[in-house]
């Protein structure tokens, strides 16, 4: 009697799993085949989407995620909802999609993160791939994705004269150059260091962004007029040019959007309008003559940015590892070389991605961890982070990810200042980020390779 009730208990279950992978099955080619034939798409474009949808990505990584009935039944519906969460913390893939669908270039740690997974074959995850038979991704369809991240990167994110052996690197090295006008550049060079932006003419763009110290101040938090107190700590301006976002935030679209926002910012520089600036700066006729010539119109707001971000876009600083990336090979030491490689093992290389080894993307604080709770200071409104900006739940915790280019002399580190040596910097992020132990040689080796990145500045010649 037992040994049938068993039988039949085990049958019902074999049933139950083919019925459930059956209704699967169709429900996922299906969803691939309407998904493309839906919205127009190019050629190749319709078939890396088809691709995609046909391994179900979107299940977990689509904040629009078309989830089969079943998904609604007691206990999977608690499983399907964790891993949709799991897998929305970690990626989302909507941004993805929008570029295959508009034609626009796919984002480029969008491009590195489905690279590492494919290469390291983890997704889709087993447990799924076994309900969900059709999305095993076979060597031709590996092969088809990773030659379309190629293509893509090539297109769109290669860096001219980089060595042939790193055209394919998520990390990119600097351009040689970005074209700017000079004229706008002497100005914009001195306005960054001109303290009448500020209230009481005690601060500048140069107080907390030096350039004689990586780009930053070395305080936890920056100080404003009046000696107040900022709320977050201030990211370099090296290199910020090629930032996708200005701040943590990312509330800047681009640099002379970030350059109108400390003036007139009651913790920062406290002016209570451009009108206030320009009145000074009329009083002084040799800048007033040479702004000017270059900008007819005279003194704005939208001028005075326009010259900051200018001069911005001339504070690159090529390091040794730009050197390595373009074929020298003697470039980096042996330390230096394995730490890079274990900085793309321990998947560190599908954030910090890009000519600024960061900055293309907003990642959430804590994938594998509280970082917060931990931390255990209380919370700020900047912890928040890009949430104060979209007020959109899911961005909670979200920041920019960071340039890692001059790192070594950015401290203290983290958007919250709160870490004051770089090996400890980044124990964090292996433990809360990576979830894989950091062992002393190991991060040894990590922190020789982010000392690589320290590079030089050379002020452009105006005259």
């Given at each position: 009697?037992i040994?049938?009730s068993?039988?039949?208990?085990?049958?019902?279950?074999v049933l139950g799993?083919?019925?459930?992978?059956?209704?699967?099955?169709?429900?996922?080619?299906d969803?691939?085949?309407?998904s493309?034939?839906r919205?127009?798409?190019s050629?190749?474009?319709?078939?890396?989407?088809?691709?995609?949808?046909?391994?179900?990505?979107?299940?977990?990584?689509?904040?629009?995620?078309g989830?089969?009935?079943?998904?609604?039944?007691?206990?999977?519906?608690?499983?399907?909802?964790?891993?949709?969460?799991?897998?929305q913390?970690?990626?989302?893939i909507?941004?993805?999609?929008?570029?295959?669908?508009?034609?626009?270039p796919?984002?480029?740690?969008?491009l590195?993160?489905v690279e590492f997974?494919i290469?390291?074959?983890?997704?889709p995850?087993?447990?799924?791939?076994?309900?969900?038979w059709s999305?095993?991704?076979?060597?031709?369809?590996?092969?088809?994705?990773l030659?379309?991240i190629?293509?893509?990167?090539e297109?769109?994110y290669?860096?001219p004269?980089?060595a042939?052996?790193?055209?394919?690197?998520?990390?990119q090295?600097?351009p040689?150059?970005?074209?700017?006008?000079?004229?706008?550049?002497?100005?914009?060079m001195q306005?960054?260091?001109?303290?009448?932006?500020?209230?009481?003419?005690?601060?500048?763009?140069a107080?907390?962004?030096?350039?004689?110290g990586?780009g930053?101040?070395?305080?936890k938090t920056?100080?404003?007029?009046g000696?107040?107190?900022?709320p977050?700590?201030?990211?370099?301006?090296?290199?910020a040019?090629?930032?996708?976002a200005?701040?943590?935030?990312g509330?800047?679209?681009?640099?002379?959007?970030?350059?109108?926002?400390?003036?007139?910012?009651?913790?920062?520089?406290?002016?209570?309008?451009?009108?206030q600036?320009?009145g000074?700066?009329?009083?002084?006729?040799?800048?007033?003559?040479?702004?000017n010539a270059?900008?007819?119109?005279?003194?704005s707001?939208?001028?005075i940015?326009d010259?900051?971000?200018?001069?911005?876009?001339?504070?690159l600083?090529p390091?040794?590892?730009?050197?390595?990336?373009?074929?020298d090979?003697?470039?980096?030491t042996s330390?230096?070389i394995?730490?890079?490689?274990?900085?793309?093992?321990?998947r560190?290389?599908?954030?910090?991605v890009?000519?600024?080894?960061?900055?293309?993307?907003?990642?959430?604080?804590?994938?594998?961890?509280?970082?917060f709770?931990?931390?255990?200071?209380?919370?700020?409104k900047?912890?928040?982070?890009?949430?104060?900006?979209?007020?959109?739940?899911f961005?909670?915790?979200?920041?920019?990810?960071?340039?890692l280019?001059?790192?070594?002399?950015?401290?203290?580190?983290?958007?919250d200042g709160?870490?004051?040596d770089l090996?400890?910097?980044?124990?964090?992020?292996?433990?809360?980020q990576?979830?894989?132990?950091?062992?002393?040689?190991?991060?040894d080796?990590l922190?020789a390779?982010?000392e690589?990145?320290?590079?030089?500045y050379t002020?452009?010649?105006?005259?």
């Amino acid at each position: 009697m037992i040994r049938k009730s068993l039988i039949a208990a085990s049958s019902l279950a074999v049933l139950g799993y083919l019925g459930l992978s059956g209704y699967a099955y169709f429900h996922d080619t299906d969803y691939a085949r309407q998904s493309v034939s839906r919205t127009s798409y190019s050629a190749e474009n319709a078939r890396i989407r088809t691709l995609l949808d046909q391994k179900a990505c979107y299940y977990c990584h689509s904040r629009h995620t078309g989830l089969p009935g079943y998904a609604r039944l007691p206990g999977i519906r608690q499983l399907s909802s964790y891993d949709v969460k799991r897998g929305q913390e970690n990626f989302q893939i909507d941004a993805l999609f929008e570029s295959l669908r508009n034609g626009t270039p796919a984002p480029e740690a969008d491009l590195a993160k489905v690279e590492f997974v494919i290469r390291d074959r983890s997704m889709p995850p087993k447990l799924f791939r076994s309900v969900h038979w059709s999305t095993n991704l076979t060597e031709n369809d590996r092969r088809e994705l990773l030659d379309w991240i190629s293509s893509e990167r090539e297109a769109h994110y290669t860096t001219p004269g980089v060595a042939l052996q790193f055209r394919n690197e998520s990390a990119q090295p600097l351009p040689n150059l970005i074209p700017v006008d000079p004229r706008k550049v002497l100005i914009g060079m001195q306005l960054f260091h001109d303290s009448r932006l500020s209230a009481d003419n005690t601060v500048s763009c140069a107080s907390c962004h030096s350039l004689s110290g990586g780009g930053v101040d070395g305080r936890k938090t920056s100080l404003g007029v009046g000696s107040q107190v900022g709320p977050i700590n201030a990211p370099t301006v090296f290199n910020a040019v090629l930032n996708r976002a200005q701040f943590w935030d990312g509330r800047a679209a681009g640099l002379q959007d970030q350059a109108g926002g400390p003036p007139l910012n009651p913790i920062e520089m406290a002016s209570t309008s451009w009108a206030q600036i320009i009145g000074k700066l009329k009083m002084d006729p040799p800048l007033t003559q040479a702004f000017n010539a270059v900008y007819p119109d005279g003194y704005s707001g939208k001028a005075i940015t326009d010259a900051i971000a200018e001069f911005e876009k001339t504070l690159l600083t090529p390091s040794r590892f730009d050197a390595y990336l373009r074929g020298d090979e003697a470039a980096l030491t042996s330390k230096e070389i394995r730490g890079y490689k274990l900085f793309k093992a321990d998947r560190c290389a599908t954030c910090h991605v890009g000519k600024n080894l960061g900055g293309q993307s907003f990642e959430r604080m804590g994938l594998h961890g509280d970082y917060f709770a931990d931390r255990n200071t209380g919370m700020t409104k900047a912890d928040n982070g890009r949430e104060n900006v979209t007020a959109d739940e899911f961005d909670l915790h979200r920041f920019k990810t960071p340039t890692l280019r001059n790192v070594a002399l950015t401290g203290p580190w983290l958007h919250d200042g709160s870490v004051t040596d770089l090996h400890q910097a980044v124990r964090i992020m292996l433990k809360y980020q990576v979830g894989t132990p950091a062992r002393d040689e190991d991060v040894d080796a990590l922190v020789a390779f982010l000392e690589s990145l320290t590079g030089n500045y050379t002020p452009m010649k105006t005259r």
